[in-house]
Protein backbone atom coordinates (compact mmCIF):
# COMPACT_ATOMS: atom_id res chain seq x y z
CA UNK A 1 0.00 0.00 0.00
CA UNK A 2 0.95 3.48 -0.57
CA UNK A 3 2.86 5.34 2.35
CA UNK A 4 0.77 8.47 3.18
CA UNK A 5 2.23 11.51 3.61
CA UNK A 6 1.16 13.16 7.20
CA UNK A 7 -0.49 16.48 5.96
CA UNK A 8 -2.29 16.98 9.51
CA UNK A 9 1.16 17.59 10.87
CA UNK A 10 2.71 19.55 7.18
CA UNK A 11 -0.21 22.01 7.65
CA UNK A 12 1.18 24.80 9.85
CA UNK A 13 3.43 25.44 7.05
CA UNK A 14 2.12 24.53 3.87
CA UNK A 15 1.01 27.74 2.87
CA UNK A 16 4.32 28.85 3.04
CA UNK A 17 5.08 27.34 -0.17
CA UNK A 18 2.41 29.66 -2.51
CA UNK A 19 4.76 32.16 -1.31
CA UNK A 20 7.84 30.97 -2.42
CA UNK A 21 6.88 29.74 -5.71
CA UNK A 22 3.28 30.69 -6.65
CA UNK A 23 3.07 28.63 -9.83
CA UNK A 24 1.43 31.68 -11.69
CA UNK A 25 1.26 29.26 -14.80
CA UNK A 26 -1.30 27.22 -13.42
CA UNK A 27 -3.47 29.80 -12.23
CA UNK A 28 -3.58 31.15 -15.78
CA UNK A 29 -4.18 27.86 -17.13
CA UNK A 30 -7.27 27.49 -14.46
CA UNK A 31 -8.67 31.18 -15.20
CA UNK A 32 -8.75 30.62 -18.93
CA UNK A 33 -10.67 27.31 -18.39
CA UNK A 34 -13.51 28.44 -16.27
CA UNK A 35 -13.39 31.49 -18.29
CA UNK A 36 -14.08 29.32 -21.62
CA UNK A 37 -16.19 26.73 -19.83
CA UNK A 38 -18.23 28.90 -17.51
CA UNK A 39 -18.52 26.54 -15.05
CA UNK A 40 -22.06 26.27 -12.84
CA UNK A 41 -20.09 23.49 -10.68
CA UNK A 42 -16.29 23.04 -9.80
CA UNK A 43 -15.01 20.88 -7.82
CA UNK A 44 -11.04 20.41 -6.40
CA UNK A 45 -9.79 16.90 -5.41
CA UNK A 46 -7.21 17.11 -2.92
CA UNK A 47 -7.88 20.91 -2.23
CA UNK A 48 -5.82 21.27 0.19
CA UNK A 49 -5.86 24.46 2.27
CA UNK A 50 -7.95 25.55 -0.81
CA UNK A 51 -5.62 28.07 -2.32
CA UNK A 52 -6.65 27.24 -5.71
CA UNK A 53 -10.54 27.47 -5.02
CA UNK A 54 -9.85 30.71 -3.62
CA UNK A 55 -8.30 31.92 -6.52
CA UNK A 56 -11.54 31.33 -8.16
CA UNK A 57 -13.66 32.99 -5.82
CA UNK A 58 -14.01 36.15 -7.94
CA UNK A 59 -15.93 33.28 -10.80
CA UNK A 60 -19.56 33.17 -10.04
CA UNK A 61 -19.01 29.21 -10.21
CA UNK A 62 -20.36 27.21 -6.93
CA UNK A 63 -17.03 25.78 -5.72
CA UNK A 64 -16.41 22.54 -4.00
CA UNK A 65 -12.80 20.88 -2.70
CA UNK A 66 -12.01 17.78 -1.15
CA UNK A 67 -9.36 16.75 1.10
CA UNK A 68 -8.70 13.62 3.13
CA UNK A 69 -6.38 15.82 5.59
CA UNK A 70 -8.71 17.86 8.27
CA UNK A 71 -5.81 19.48 9.30
CA UNK A 72 -5.12 21.22 5.70
CA UNK A 73 -8.70 21.61 5.58
CA UNK A 74 -8.83 23.73 8.70
CA UNK A 75 -5.84 25.92 7.60
CA UNK A 76 -8.60 27.19 4.68
CA UNK A 77 -9.03 30.49 6.00
CA UNK A 78 -12.44 30.96 7.92
CA UNK A 79 -14.18 33.87 5.38
CA UNK A 80 -13.72 31.64 2.81
CA UNK A 81 -15.81 28.52 4.27
CA UNK A 82 -19.01 30.24 3.37
CA UNK A 83 -17.87 30.51 -0.34
CA UNK A 84 -16.43 27.25 -0.38
CA UNK A 85 -18.20 24.00 0.29
CA UNK A 86 -15.24 21.50 1.80
CA UNK A 87 -15.26 18.43 1.94
CA UNK A 88 -13.63 15.96 4.24
CA UNK A 89 -12.75 12.61 2.07
CA UNK A 90 -10.97 10.49 0.12
CA UNK A 91 -10.36 11.44 -3.59
CA UNK A 92 -11.52 8.08 -4.60
CA UNK A 93 -14.45 7.86 -2.25
CA UNK A 94 -16.30 11.30 -3.07
CA UNK A 95 -19.22 11.37 -1.96
CA UNK A 96 -21.29 13.48 -4.10
CA UNK A 97 -23.97 13.88 -6.75
CA UNK A 98 -22.99 11.92 -10.08
CA UNK A 99 -23.54 13.82 -12.99
CA UNK A 100 -23.25 17.36 -11.31
CA UNK A 101 -19.95 19.22 -12.19
CA UNK A 102 -19.12 20.81 -14.71
CA UNK A 103 -15.59 20.99 -13.92
CA UNK A 104 -12.94 18.65 -12.00
CA UNK A 105 -9.51 19.90 -11.36
CA UNK A 106 -6.51 18.26 -9.53
CA UNK A 107 -3.23 20.26 -8.92
CA UNK A 108 -0.17 18.37 -7.72
CA UNK A 109 -2.35 15.91 -5.58
CA UNK A 110 -2.62 12.49 -7.93
CA UNK A 111 0.23 10.76 -6.85
CA UNK A 112 -1.12 11.15 -3.09
CA UNK A 113 -4.09 9.22 -4.16
CA UNK A 114 -3.92 5.15 -3.13
CA UNK A 115 -5.98 4.08 -6.48
CA UNK A 116 -5.91 6.73 -9.38
CA UNK A 117 -7.66 4.73 -11.87
CA UNK A 118 -10.13 4.44 -9.00
CA UNK A 119 -10.15 8.94 -8.46
CA UNK A 120 -10.40 9.06 -12.08
CA UNK A 121 -13.49 6.89 -12.79
CA UNK A 122 -15.07 8.22 -9.46
CA UNK A 123 -14.74 12.24 -11.31
CA UNK A 124 -16.10 10.89 -14.59
CA UNK A 125 -19.32 9.71 -12.93
CA UNK A 126 -19.63 13.15 -11.33
CA UNK A 127 -18.78 15.17 -14.28
CA UNK A 128 -22.33 16.07 -16.16
CA UNK A 129 -21.59 15.02 -20.06
CA UNK A 130 -19.40 17.69 -21.98
CA UNK A 131 -17.98 18.44 -18.42
CA UNK A 132 -14.13 18.88 -18.29
CA UNK A 133 -11.34 17.22 -15.81
CA UNK A 134 -7.96 18.99 -15.88
CA UNK A 135 -5.01 17.01 -13.80
CA UNK A 136 -1.68 19.21 -13.59
CA UNK A 137 0.86 18.22 -12.07
CA UNK A 138 5.22 16.93 -12.36
CA UNK A 139 6.40 13.75 -13.94
CA UNK A 140 9.96 12.97 -12.13
CA UNK A 141 10.18 10.96 -15.74
CA UNK A 142 10.43 14.09 -17.30
CA UNK A 143 14.63 14.38 -18.25
CA UNK A 144 13.98 18.24 -18.59
CA UNK A 145 13.47 18.52 -14.56
CA UNK A 146 16.57 19.21 -12.46
CA UNK A 147 15.60 18.87 -8.73
CA UNK A 148 18.56 18.68 -6.52
CA UNK A 149 16.29 16.95 -3.69
CA UNK A 150 17.00 14.04 -5.93
CA UNK A 151 20.44 14.19 -5.47
CA UNK A 152 20.91 15.00 -1.92
CA UNK A 153 18.58 12.18 -0.54
CA UNK A 154 18.09 8.64 -0.84
CA UNK A 155 15.03 7.48 -2.10
CA UNK A 156 13.40 10.46 -3.00
CA UNK A 157 13.90 9.98 -6.30
CA UNK A 158 12.25 6.62 -6.08
CA UNK A 159 9.51 7.21 -3.78
CA UNK A 160 8.45 9.80 -6.83
CA UNK A 161 8.63 7.31 -9.36
CA UNK A 162 6.40 5.33 -7.31
CA UNK A 163 4.25 7.47 -6.38
CA UNK A 164 3.58 9.63 -9.51
CA UNK A 165 1.37 8.49 -12.46
CA UNK A 166 3.24 9.34 -15.74
CA UNK A 167 0.88 11.61 -17.85
CA UNK A 168 0.77 8.76 -20.90
CA UNK A 169 -1.06 6.34 -18.41
CA UNK A 170 -3.08 9.45 -17.08
CA UNK A 171 -3.86 10.17 -20.69
CA UNK A 172 -4.79 5.97 -20.69
CA UNK A 173 -7.00 6.10 -17.54
CA UNK A 174 -8.53 8.88 -18.78
CA UNK A 175 -9.64 7.59 -21.96
CA UNK A 176 -10.76 4.22 -20.17
CA UNK A 177 -13.53 6.05 -18.58
CA UNK A 178 -15.27 8.14 -21.35
CA UNK A 179 -12.81 11.01 -20.90
CA UNK A 180 -11.66 12.27 -24.04
CA UNK A 181 -8.12 14.06 -23.75
CA UNK A 182 -8.29 17.58 -24.93
CA UNK A 183 -5.60 19.04 -24.24
CA UNK A 184 -1.72 18.38 -23.03
CA UNK A 185 0.12 21.36 -22.55
CA UNK A 186 3.54 23.33 -20.13
CA UNK A 187 1.62 25.19 -17.77
CA UNK A 188 4.12 26.50 -15.57
CA UNK A 189 8.24 25.92 -14.85
CA UNK A 190 9.79 26.35 -12.08
CA UNK A 191 13.68 27.60 -12.62
CA UNK A 192 15.35 28.20 -9.94
CA UNK A 193 19.11 28.48 -8.50
CA UNK A 194 20.38 28.86 -4.99
CA UNK A 195 23.79 29.36 -4.19
CA UNK A 196 26.09 27.83 -1.64
CA UNK A 197 24.30 28.26 2.11
CA UNK A 198 21.29 30.02 0.96
CA UNK A 199 20.00 26.97 0.00
CA UNK A 200 19.67 25.86 4.02
CA UNK A 201 16.55 28.74 3.97
CA UNK A 202 15.02 27.47 0.74
CA UNK A 203 11.39 26.25 2.20
CA UNK A 204 11.42 23.01 -0.05
CA UNK A 205 14.55 21.63 1.86
CA UNK A 206 12.10 21.59 5.31
CA UNK A 207 11.29 18.62 6.27
CA UNK A 208 7.43 19.13 5.83
CA UNK A 209 8.21 21.32 2.99
CA UNK A 210 8.23 18.84 0.33
CA UNK A 211 6.82 15.63 0.65
CA UNK A 212 9.05 13.72 -0.46
CA UNK A 213 11.37 14.77 2.34
CA UNK A 214 8.19 14.00 4.71
CA UNK A 215 8.30 10.57 3.89
CA UNK A 216 11.71 9.89 4.82
CA UNK A 217 12.92 8.76 7.69
CA UNK A 218 14.78 11.46 9.93
CA UNK A 219 18.02 9.62 10.05
CA UNK A 220 18.08 9.49 5.77
CA UNK A 221 16.40 13.04 6.34
CA UNK A 222 19.69 14.31 8.56
CA UNK A 223 22.14 12.38 6.15
CA UNK A 224 20.73 14.40 3.09
CA UNK A 225 21.22 17.75 4.89
CA UNK A 226 25.02 16.59 5.82
CA UNK A 227 25.70 16.02 2.34
CA UNK A 228 24.39 19.24 0.90
CA UNK A 229 26.40 20.69 3.91
CA UNK A 230 29.93 19.11 3.07
CA UNK A 231 29.97 20.34 -0.63
CA UNK A 232 28.75 23.48 0.61
CA UNK A 233 31.97 23.92 3.04
CA UNK A 234 34.02 21.77 0.00
CA UNK A 235 33.13 24.56 -2.04
CA UNK A 236 34.22 27.47 0.45
CA UNK A 237 37.04 25.72 1.00
CA UNK A 238 37.81 26.23 -3.12
CA UNK A 239 36.62 29.76 -3.31
CA UNK A 240 33.87 28.23 -5.52
CA UNK A 241 29.88 28.52 -5.16
CA UNK A 242 27.96 25.59 -5.62
CA UNK A 243 24.91 25.77 -7.20
CA UNK A 244 21.30 24.01 -6.05
CA UNK A 245 19.50 24.20 -9.43
CA UNK A 246 15.23 23.63 -9.51
CA UNK A 247 13.87 23.39 -13.17
CA UNK A 248 10.70 21.54 -12.55
CA UNK A 249 7.97 21.51 -15.22
CA UNK A 250 3.98 21.26 -14.77
CA UNK A 251 1.69 19.84 -17.23
CA UNK A 252 -1.87 19.61 -17.49
CA UNK A 253 -3.98 16.65 -18.88
CA UNK A 254 -7.51 18.11 -19.93
CA UNK A 255 -10.15 15.56 -20.76
CA UNK A 256 -13.97 16.21 -21.85
CA UNK A 257 -16.66 13.87 -21.25
CA UNK A 258 -18.16 12.34 -24.14
Known amino acids: MQQRVDYNSISE ?5 YDVSPLSGILNY ?3 LVMKKEPLKILEAGCGTAHWLKK ?3 FRSSLFGADYSIGMLKKSAPDSKNRINLLNADACLLPLKANSF ?7 AIHHFPDKNKFIETASGLLKMEGIITIIGLDPRDNDNDWY ?3 YFNRTYQIDLERFP ?3 SISEMLSRHNLKVIDKKLVHQVNDSKAGREVLNDHFLNKRGASQLALLTDQEYKLGIEKIINDIESADQQNKKIQFNVRLN ?5 AEKD
Open 13 to 17: VYNAR
Open 30 to 32: LEI
Open 102 to 108: DLIFCIN
Open 56 to 58: LSS
Open 166 to 168: SFD
Open 250 to 254: FYAVT
Open 149 to 151: LYR
